[in-house]
């Protein structure tokens, strides 16, 4: 598939402070990605220099292969939808709705039919004639997606649109919003620092940090196989261990603790034997069991606490020189803190990661 | 509860204090004598005929209005201008520019007055009602910056970069969002500025001719001089302006509080 | 956050009209109001050849032909009658005895008829020393004597700075007077505004509203308005004294207007808005649970009140009396209605300075000692009310 947008070399200077450095990313047609990453990492001055709000120090951005740097805002053709919802306080929803169009000059017969439909398509249009103030953050946010939506933009920008809102409307929103894609086959840049939403919607994810992608794949794969310490720490949670790589094979390395036990662990990226690097092992793909089973890494270690969670059960172990973590599924036997157990998992549930 | 007795005591007589004068001079409006004091003898609107038809009076207010209509254009365009231009955090010596917009409100009246009389003199200003419009700008204007910066201030930023990326340009963004938004601002500031406009008494002594008389003037004066309940049917006119006044522009706040 | 230079010309383009007016008509004349109180031309002006000749004498003998006669040609070139009024009184008030002299002087030189040879054969004074001194000290451009004036201070003949003979000491009794006046309506405006404020922010609803609305409605009454009213209440036969007679208090009116009780009770009602305002506003962000916090704590309410309230609202108390007391150095309309010729403020003699008198520089230099003293208020003010609330 041909590349639709493209970020190339883009760097961005505040003054003395790089808040982008010489970033790439392509985007294809159709395609949902997410940028997360923590606040001041440099994912929503990228989304403002798309929008045309910012201009890169240097680098250019270009659409469907022309560069649009020189072009002002309100000629790129891009909807935004803020955290804030920016809903014009002063018109009425419909005609909040109606603005992008009566900018492009549509007819005034046709502005009636598009707004209508783009408030049926988020079920508001029996509020049409209310003020923004009179809505809940949820209504007002999907004033917000109908009003970026309904002049059909070469692409949809989001800024954190979900933040404002409490967990469950911010669910169903997310299922709203991801329903839209599909149907509308819709482009969508989504900026966001909750990873479980960038993991729900996205086809792919761009994880940021400190100006610059640490990685992008599938959610599956940032997921799975993280390819740095931040990346692995900063989506979900997962236990970091030190270890020394002693042999590689294939897709596979040999990697030997400070306590002394070997562990064979997946590899992404190239490490070679010597090495110091960090494995890193999902808590809800280890297993504790009571005596040695056959899982090719298996570690001492004894219960030192042990929490009921409601959908899963959190153990804390401590082997020979370190903590570990382990999510058990409901149906788990209590571990009494004491217990002698030994952490098992896969090489493949377990990650090498450079340092 | 004795503590409870005393506070409301207090409140009440500060209340009064501050009140009663005002009250007390309402009635005097409509005295049929010709010395301002109780008890009224009968009621009579003679005082009103004599503010709108006696040639002194008349034309006090009527240069009050010219006065006032005029300040009020000058210093809500100059004002509005400067507000919109304070937005721009990267302006240098933006809040020395700020300060010196304030000043006016500051310096002593008499103090500004001695330095626009040696000054509008060397214009040839004086005596002329561009002269008084010029110096009562200089002492409204800081009201319309206040007021329009405290709208400006509650515009959310994003709304206006939001209708940017609708398709808007700068100019249709001004027109259609930032202006609409500021306007209970303006509008404040253009009724507090009429309202400084027509109470400005120091100034007026200083800059203005027997043919820019205006209303304040011409009470200064007969205060001084001959003391007639005409005053107090002017001052009835003007607690009844100002009444009017503060509804319009608590209303404007409030319709300005409802829109966020 | 859209930035470039095309956001910033457009800004400097709405800014200007403003600044350039207020630098022509706000800034400019307070500078030529300064101006005036060290400008010294009334002399200069209408004797450039003396301007020239004079410098070069050697301040003790007696004077040149030179001399003579570039000040006659000077006195005959003087065609503004006005002017040459405006020389006289300068010359007359460093050294006494010009006025007659200038007159002789001119109207000898007017004698066509028959020209005098030099200015000793119209007048034998024209011989000593000492008023060509003083011509001499009068044609400097710059003084300092209106300014050293203002504060009741002058230059002796030899040019050291001393106080004034006491009967010319009326600047400072006026400035003592209006920093005594504005002293004493600040201190009655607290003692009012302090505890108004305090019960206004403990109320809610409808009740503080009223006590709200209660300061806001003088405060936009016109001060003319305001003014009238007051002085309708305190005369002679005005609702004050009718209410004590009638209460049976006094026998005889109280003399209540045109002294310093009157302009005292119309200030303080004037300015009390402006005490109450800033502390209602501190008041109301301090959290209310804080005095039963402190009681919980074991101290007495008068005790909590010390340590917990009166602290936390010190910084509204200092912002509202240093508003009160620099807009009442400032006032005239008040003082000049309400007042007695014994209650008129620095404001005041400006004023009349200005317009009675036509004495610019003196009115300058007044008006300098003013805004000298309200800036430098109003910095601190500013100060304390740009610091972070919450803190002291």
């Known amino acids: 598939m041909p590349e639709f947008i493209r970020f190339d070399r883009i760097t961005k200077f505040y003054g003395p402070l790089c808040v982008v450095e010489n970033l790439d990313l392509g985007i294809v047609k159709g395609e949902f990605v997410s940028l997360l990453g923590p606040s001041g990492s440099g994912k929503t001055t990228l989304l403002m220099m798309l929008a045309g709000f910012e201009q890169p120090t240097s680098g250019n951005i270009l659409l469907e292969g022309t560069a649009i740097n020189a072009v002002p805002t309100h000629k790129r053709d891009m909807g935004v939808v803020f955290q804030s919802y920016a809903l014009f306080p002063h018109m009425s929803v419909g005609e909040n709705v109606a603005f992008p169009l009566q900018m492009r000059g549509v007819g005034k017969a046709e502005i009636e039919k598009r707004v209508a439909r783009a408030l049926d398509m988020v079920q508001l249009s029996a509020l049409a004639e209310r003020r923004p103030s009179q809505l809940s953050g949820g209504q007002q946010q999907r004033v917000a997606l109908s009003r970026a939506l309904v002049f059909e933009p070469r692409v949809v920008l989001m800024d954190e649109p979900l933040g404002a809102l409490d967990k469950q409307l911010r669910e169903q929103m997310q299922l709203d919003i991801r329903d839209l894609h599909r149907r509308l086959g819709l482009t969508i840049v989504f900026v966001t620092h909750d990873q479980s939403e960038a993991l729900t919607m996205s086809d792919r994810v761009a994880v940021f940090n400190k100006g610059k992608i640490e990685q992008i794949g599938t959610p599956r794969q940032v997921y799975d196989e993280p390819a740095t310490r931040f990346v692995a720490e900063f989506i979900g949670e997962t236990n970091l261990v030190e270890g020394v790589v002693e042999a590689v094979e294939g897709a596979e390395a040999n990697v030997r603790l400070t306590s002394g036990a070997q562990i064979v662990s997946a590899v992404s990226g190239t490490v070679a034997p010597g090495q110091t690097v960090y494995l890193s092992i999902r808590p809800e793909r280890v297993d504790l069991t009571e005596i040695r089973g056959d899982a090719r890494n298996c570690l001492e270690t004894e219960v030192t606490d042990s929490v009921y969670q409601g959908d899963h059960l959190r153990v804390q172990l401590q082997n020979a020189a370190y903590p570990l973590i382990a999510k058990l599924g409901r149906r788990s036997r209590e571990f009494p803190p004491g217990t002698k157990v030994y952490a098992a998992f896969s090489a493949g549930d377990c990650r090498v990661i450079a340092p | 509860m004795p503590m409870k007795i005393t506070k409301f005591a207090f409140a009440s007589l500060t209340i009064l204090f501050l009140v009663a004068p005002l009250i007390a001079i309402l009635p005097l409006a409509f005295t049929s004598s010709v010395i301002l004091t109780y008890p009224i003898p009968s009621w009579s609107l003679r005082w009103f005929e004599e503010l709108f038809f006696a040639d002194a009076w008349r034309r006090a207010i009527v240069n009050s209005l010219i006065i006032g209509t005029g300040t009020t254009l000058l210093a809500t365009v100059l004002g509005t201008a400067a507000a919109l231009g304070l937005r721009n955090r990267l302006i240098f010596f933006r809040g020395t520019i700020r300060t010196l917009f304030l000043l006016p409100m500051v310096v002593p009246a008499v103090v500004l007055g001695v330095g626009m009389q040696v000054l509008l003199a060397g214009f040839g200003l004086t005596n002329s009602y561009a002269g008084v419009i010029i110096a009562h700008t200089v002492v409204a204007v800081p009201f319309v910056v206040v007021s329009v910066t405290g709208a400006l201030a509650g515009i959310d930023e994003r709304v206006e970069l939001a209708a940017q990326s609708l398709g808007a340009s700068p100019t249709t963004v001004f027109r259609r969002v930032t202006l609409p938004l500021a306007m209970p601002g303006v509008a404040s500031g253009a009724v507090l500025a009429f309202a400084t406009s027509l109470d400005e008494v120091v100034l007026t002594l200083f800059v203005a001719g027997p043919n820019q008389r205006t209303l304040a003037r011409q009470m200064f004066s007969s205060i001084r001089e001959n003391i007639s309940p005409a005053i107090a049917a002017a001052a009835f006119l003007f607690i009844a302006a100002t009444i009017i006044i503060a509804l319009v522009v608590v209303l404007s706040r409030s319709m300005l509080a409802k829109r966020r | ?392």
Request: aromatic share 8%; glycine share 6%; net charge positive.
């Open chain 3, 1 to 392: 956050m859209i930035a470039g230079p095309s956001r910033t010309v457009r800004s400097l383009i709405l800014l200007a009209p403003l600044l350039v007016f207020l630098i022509g008509f706000f800034i400019w004349p307070l500078f030529s109001m300064m101006s005036q109180s060290v400008s010294d031309t009334a002399v200069l002006r209408l004797l450039p050849r003396s301007a020239v000749v004079l410098p070069v004498w050697d301040r003790k003998s007696p004077p040149t032909v030179s001399m003579q006669t570039a000040l006659m040609e000077d006195l005959k070139a003087v065609d503004d009658d006005q002017a040459l009024g405006d020389m006289v009184r300068r010359l007359n008030s460093a050294r006494s005895g010009f006025r007659t002299l200038i007159s002789k002087t001119t109207s000898a030189l007017g004698n066509t008829a028959n020209p005098p040879a030099d200015l000793v054969s119209i007048d034998k004074r024209w011989e000593k020393p000492e008023f060509w001194l003083a011509i001499a000290d009068a044609l400097s451009p710059l003084t300092d004597r209106n300014l050293l004036a203002a504060v009741d201070l002058g230059r002796n003949a030899a040019g050291d700075i001393e106080h004034l003979p006491a009967d010319q000491s009326v600047n400072r009794v006026i400035l003592v007077r209006t920093f005594w006046i504005a002293a004493l309506v600040t201190f009655f405006c607290a003692c009012i505004g302090f505890p108004y404020a305090m019960i206004a922010a403990s109320l809610d609803g409808w009740k503080r509203d009223l006590m709200l609305a209660a300061v806001l409605l003088p405060l936009w009454t016109s001060l003319l308005v305001r003014t009238a009213a007051w002085f309708i209440l305190l005369q002679e036969q005005g609702l004050i004294n009718d209410l004590l007679r009638w209460i049976g208090v006094i026998d005889a009116p109280l003399p209540l207007i045109f002294n310093r009780t009157g302009v005292i009770i119309a200030m303080t009602h004037v300015l009390l808005p402006f005490m109450v305002l800033p502390i209602y506003s501190v008041l109301i962000t301090i959290p209310k649970n804080l005095m039963p916090a402190a009681a919980s704590l074991g101290a007495h309410p008068l005790r909590a009140f010390l340590r917990v309230l009166l602290p936390l609202s010190l910084r509204g108390v200092a912002s509202g009396s240093l508003l009160v007391f620099i807009s009442a150095i400032g006032y005239y309309i008040t003082p000049a209605l309400i007042g007695g010729p014994g209650d008129q403020m620095i404001s005041s003699i400006i004023a009349f300075y200005a317009t009675g008198s036509a004495n610019w520089g003196m009115a300058g230099a007044l008006g300098v000692v003013l805004l000298v003293a309200t800036l430098l208020l109003y910095s601190v003010y500013a100060r304390l009310s740009a610091e972070e609330p919450g803190r002291r």
